[in-house]
Each structure stands twice: as C-alpha cells, then as structure tokens.
C-alpha cells in the first residue's frame, strides 16, 4: 500500500486527485493539506465519502503526523516553491503537478532532487493525450517551416502561457523550429514569443484544457489538437506518476519520461 499525501486538497485537481485515489487498491490517502476547507474531511469534500483524513493548513504537521511516502502538489507556483524544500526536508517522493514555474526553478528542483536520491515526477500535463499531442508536435516540427499555438484554459488559470504550452515549444526546439516576423498594429496581438514560436493564450469560462499546435508549409496546414474535457482526463497519469517515483525514484521531467517517449 502506498501512502500519498495531498496538497491542494481543496482544490480543483486536489479533488479529482481524492476521487481517484479512493478507486485504486494499492493507493491511500493518508494525508490532506490546503489553506481552504480546513478541519474538513478530504474524502467527503470531494466524493461524499467519509476518509477520516482531516484537511490542515499546515504542511509539516501534516507530514509528520501521517508519514506519508508520496506528496502530490496540485497548488499554485508560489505556494509549490514554499512547499518543495519542506518535501526535500521530509525525504517525501513527489508528483508535481502545479504549474508556472520557470525552466530555471524546474532545473534548480532537478539539482536538489538528484542531490539528494528523492523520487519526482514535474509534469505540467498529466494528459497521456496531451503528452502524445506534444511528442507528435515534436515530430512535425522537423517537416514544417512555421508553427504556432493557441491553448484554451478556464479562467480561473493563474499563469500564461500555459505549461503544456511552454513544454510543447521547448520539445520543438529541440528539433529547429524557425521564428515568425510580423508588425503588431495592436501590442500583443500576435501573442507571446517564447522560444522563438508564437503562443496566444485565450481564457474563457467553459474550457478546461486544450490545445492546437499549428503547423504551416507550402500549400498545406497541420493541426495537432488535444481537449482535456474534464479533470479525470488527467488521472491516469498522476496515477501512473506515483507508482513510478516508489519504483523507481529518481528525477523525471513530463509523462513521456515515464510512458517511455524519450
Ligand atoms: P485550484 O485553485 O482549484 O486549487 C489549488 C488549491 O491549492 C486551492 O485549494 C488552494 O487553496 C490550495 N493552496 C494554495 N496555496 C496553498 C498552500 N500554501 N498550501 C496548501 N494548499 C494551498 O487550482 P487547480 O485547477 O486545482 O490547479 C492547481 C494547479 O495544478 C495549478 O498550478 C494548475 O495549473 C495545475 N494543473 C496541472 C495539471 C497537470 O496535468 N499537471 C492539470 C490541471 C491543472
């Protein structure tokens, strides 16, 4: 039996995290922490179903009263970079799913964890159909001279570009994406450049994750799109994600690290 922890319990993905953990036979929550929802049951709060695992504010107590072996930090960048040297502190395996960290922090996480011989998996997409979207962008990129992206999120998404967004076009990179030049008439309007590649980031209720890549040649346009339609699209991946940093604990960047892609 695995023991995980939660934090974000209360949160969107916290939730969907709790239901997906009540399914699995090998997986148990043992541990609930959030700013919000306080003093509630996790199990209640996301599925109606009583745990007995109480929500805390605060991190360490939360981990030194339940001993978990793996956290899953679905919060927000600020609140991950306070968390993550408590994570290293507690020796805790991680799956990391929070988003709008820089290259640079993620790099800085990478160093610490291989210092220290911890388990983590830092995916912004934890979609296998999203990651596929990515590894076939990948593959494009090498045949097509120009390429942009438009990724859909609801409006309560703190960071922009998205993560998916900005992992999609360091992959891309990789293979000699060229840039695109064009006069802005209204400022932004041909989105972010990162990298080299345009990225427009629209957000709108009634989205939940979404993404076109879209690849421009000679007399012909490729798109490669992925809808994360509900949070669940989501969880095999986590799932995935914790029983790979028990097995095997070391450093992984993405899913496809773990499905095998790279
Ligand atoms: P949300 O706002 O619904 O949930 C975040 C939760 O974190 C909230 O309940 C909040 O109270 C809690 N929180 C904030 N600071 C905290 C702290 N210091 N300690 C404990 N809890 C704290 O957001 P969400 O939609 O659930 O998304 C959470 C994160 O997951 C975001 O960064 C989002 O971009 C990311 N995300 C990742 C994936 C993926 O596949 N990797 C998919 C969807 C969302």
Redesign the pocket.
């Known amino acids: 039996m695995i023991r995980v922890c939660v934090?974000?319990?209360?949160?969107?993905?916290?939730?969907?995290v709790v239901r997906a953990l009540i399914r699995e036979q090998d997986l148990k929550l043992v541990g609930a922490?959030?700013?919000?929802?306080v003093g509630k049951d996790a199990g209640v709060l996301a599925s109606a179903v009583p745990l007995g695992v109480v929500i805390k504010?605060e991190?360490e107590e939360v981990l030194e009263e339940t001993s978990p072996q793996v956290v899953c930090d679905?919060?927000?960048?600020?609140?991950?970079r306070?968390?993550f040297p408590i994570f290293v502190k507690h020796r805790m395996a991680m799956v990391?799913?929070?988003?709008?960290l820089t290259r640079d922090e993620i790099e800085r996480m990478r160093h610490e964890v291989e210092k220290e011989g911890l388990g983590c998996v830092i995916?912004?997409?934890?979609?296998i159909g999203?990651v596929l979207m990515m590894h076939f962008a990948r593959i494009a990129a090498r045949f097509f001279p120009a390429v942009e992206i438009i990724e859909y999120h609801?409006l309560?998404?703190?960071?922009a570009p998205?993560?998916?967004a900005l992992k999609t076009i360091e992959g891309m990179c990789l293979e000699g994406v060229s840039p695109s030049q064009s006069q802005e008439l209204v400022p932004g309007s041909r989105g972010g450049l990162y990298q080299g590649v345009r990225v427009h980031s629209v957000r709108l209720p009634g989205f939940v994750?979404h993404q076109e890549v879209i690849f421009g040649g000679e007399g012909q346009i490729l798109t490669i799109r992925h809808d994360?339609l509900s949070?669940s699209s989501?969880m095999p991946?986590?799932i995935m994600a914790i029983r790979k940093v028990c097995s095997e604990p070391k450093f992984y960047y993405g899913l496809e690290s773990i499905l095998g892609l790279v």
Do not use: W, Y
Not at 96 to 100: D, R
Not at 123 to 127: E, G, L, S, T
């Open positions: 934090v974000g319990a209360a949160g969107k993905m916290g939730q969907e922490c959030d700013i919000q929802e504010k991190l679905f919060t927000h960048a600020e609140a991950l306070k968390n990391i799913g929070t988003t709008g995916a912004p997409n934890f979609a999203a609801h309560q998404k703190k960071d998205s993560g998916t994750a994360s949070r989501f991946g986590v």
